[in-house]
Structures are given as structure tokens and as C-alpha cells.
């Protein structure tokens, strides 16, 4: 079996900061792309940042120069450190890996993570 699981949301005051985590486990061939996606109450989900296996990153506009997504391959883990936290943060944040086993391509979501921000 395979799973991800997320750590490190919270409640934070406007500009402070947070660290999420998500770590892949189990009969692992190799992990791939991985990334982080947060859904806010009454929103769509939207991509926050990924990264790839060789650690080219991508990020929303809306997050660029507060937040550094980064990952440790012999862990399977990822990372997202959020700086500067505005209110409009405030989401259920969500890991997203592509993982390949033995059986194939899995795309794998963790259980999510509330973050809240407040003013």
C-alpha cells in the first residue's frame, strides 16, 4: 500500500510563517513530480507550487517570493515553507505526488491540511 501523509498546517497570524510537510510511503519505485494545492471555502482547488524529480520548481503568482516548495528524494518527502501568510492563505492545503510502483503510475493525494491566517 501506498499513501502520503501531510503535516504542519495550523492557525497563524497575518505575515507569520509555516512549514508543511508530506511524505510518500510504501512499496515505492521512484517518485516524480510533487506538489502542493490548496482549496479555499467556496473555491476551486488551485496548484500552489510543484517541483520536479530534478528540482525545477513552478509556483502561483499569487505565492511567488513568499513561499519555497522543496523536497528530499531519499524520503519522498516535500516541502512547503510559507513566509509572509495573508489572510487570503487561508485554505485546506493539499500534497499531490506521482508515484510509480510495481503496478504502475499511481497519482496520490493526501488527506489535506487546514491552514488559517488571520488578521
Known amino acids: 500500500q501506498v499513501q502520503v501523509v501531510e503535516s504542519g498546517g495550523g492557525l497563524v497570524q497575518a505575515g507569520g510563517s509555516l512549514r508543511l510537510s508530506c511524505a510518500a510511503s510504501g512499496r515505492l519505485i521512484t517518485v516524480n513530480g510533487m506538489g502542493w494545492y490548496r482549496q479555499a471555502p467556496g473555491k476551486q482547488r488551485e496548484l500552489v507550487a510543484d517541483?520536479?524529480?530534478?528540482?525545477?520548481?513552478n509556483y502561483a503568482d499569487s505565492v511567488k517570493g513568499r513561499f519555497t516548495i522543496s523536497r528530499d528524494n531519499a524520503k519522498h518527502t516535500v516541502y512547503l515553507q510559507m513566509n509572509s501568510l495573508k489572510p487570503e492563505d487561508t485554505a485546506v492545503y493539499y500534497c499531490?505526488?506521482?508515484?510509480?510502483?510495481?503496478?504502475?503510475?499511481?497519482?496520490?493525494w493526501g488527506q489535506g491540511t487546514l491552514v488559517t491566517v488571520s488578521s
Open positions: 517541483i520536479t524529480s530534478g528540482g525545477t520548481t
Open positions: 499531490n505526488v506521482e508515484a510509480f510502483t510495481l503496478g504502475g503510475r499511481l497519482e496520490l
